[in-house]
């Protein structure tokens, strides 16, 4: 196994094999097994282009003989940040091929979160895209590559614009394939990273096998009900877990599905899409959902012709009742909640499901062999009904973070159960119903927030003595991002603290939607910084003013 990985013990192992949830089969065969099938059936819809499962798979055959002869091998780790267009495919298919390691990015994310992916992996490449949303990624790429001396090759999808260090895959695409690149990874080995929402100063990556992967894929594309028939509208970024594998696109690529891949999730974008490749299946965060909903709802989207759709999963973060129970009667489709982890387990309420149990719970795991415990602070499991801490392990939730050792031993129990930070009940059903969250970590729309590592990036302002980013309640989003900052000497302006965390390379969604300036910061019986304390306030003040704007 890739070193810094911690594997399921053996007797799990063997448990899962002949249980038949892990089958040997490995995401390098992955897409060259489905183009036999499926040869001549619409594999992805996007960016004006429309690839048959053949012309996918020669495709990402030709590149990967490209990135072969570039120098590229099995278990490099290649840094992959592209948007949702078709190369996304052909890119991280042309590495499983080669047994390379995609370590997948978001395109929101900055400088200071790819130059830490490509250092902490030891990237033998990143991938990114020329410009897209008005951000030109090849700046980013020679930041990067100043900042942490690598990697190697930055390969752009599109133009490099004449940039000497750059590589366009366009001209590293073989003539033909060389079938002597094709890698032969064990199954029961790594096949990519993932970046977790992070609770601690730096992202964990979470390693998962192929083995591991390809069941929660099968299980999930069989849960939902996919069929060769199925259009999946990909209106989140397509790498992060929800749509890659719950099921996503790798569930609908299992079953010989269309993937339309929107580039961007708003409903103009997405119902017009959605119209004209008759999509019967998508996957969106809450604040997605209610734009849609409110677009339909008499909105300008009104008019949009939306019988083709069969099912819209929302998940990420919770999905009110309210909002819940809305979506038959605006999108006439089935809502799927969709409670999922990038570490492993995944929950969905079923098809079958009264109406009830959809709106009010997040649904109930994958596996038979989902262990679900939830436990009260003593870490004695509490009965059904009552809130607790949820933990887990399973044929498809990791064991460790990729070389973290100290993080581990505090992220998992000794017997090898994830703690979740979440706040769970469970239902006589087995549903879950979420009900908050003890780990340190925001939740804004499902796009997640690890405080401290903005406090980090706020603390290296010369004028700030101290912060602490906490959560504040918001209609839309559920939550946003408030910092308290305590300054040194004269405080910076708003507008200037803001602009230096930009200036130092942070995700848009990272950088705080409010600064409260302050002198002292309420302390815990042992003097810690009170977070409860912070978000109380700062809830209380948002109350009074939307009192005084809005006293009726
Ligand atoms: C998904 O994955 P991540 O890794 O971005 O975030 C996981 C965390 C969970 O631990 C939980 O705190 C929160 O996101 N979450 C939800 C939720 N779905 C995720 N909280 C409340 N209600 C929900 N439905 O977010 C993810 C991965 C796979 C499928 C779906 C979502």
Redo the contacts with the bound molecule.
Sequence with gaps: MLDGCTPWPEEFADRYRAAGYWTGETLTGFLRDRARSFADLTAVVGGGRRWTYAELDERADRLATGLARLGLKAGDRVVVQLPNRPEVFEVVFALFRLGALPVYALPAHRLAEIGYLCSFTEAAALVITDTDAGFDYRDMAADVRAQVGGPDHILVAGSTGGSPGLTALEDLRADAADPAVLAAPDPSDVAFLQL??GTTGLPKLIPRTHDDYLYSVRASADICGLTPATVYLGALPIV???PM??PGFLGVFHVGGTVVLAPDPSPATCLELIEAERVTHT?VVPPVALLWLEAVDRGPQAHRDLSSLQVFQ??????GPKAARRVRPVLGCALQ???????GL??YTRADDDEETVVHT??RPISPDDEVRVVGPDGADVPVGEVGHLLTRGPYTIRGYYRAPEHNAAAFTPDGFYR???LVRRTPTGHLV?EG?V?D?I?RG?E?VAPDEIENHILAHPAVHDAAVVAMPDTFLGERTCAYVIPRGAAPTRSELLGFLRGRGLAGYKIPDRVEFTDEFPATGIGKVSKRELREAITDHLRAAALRTDPG
């Design positions: 977790s929402g992060h877990n929800f594998s719950s996957a929302v998940g990420g973060a919770k999905f909640q969709v409670f999922g982890m990038a570490e995944v929950n997040q649904g979740t930070g979440d979420v969250r780990k970590q939740n499902g997640k």
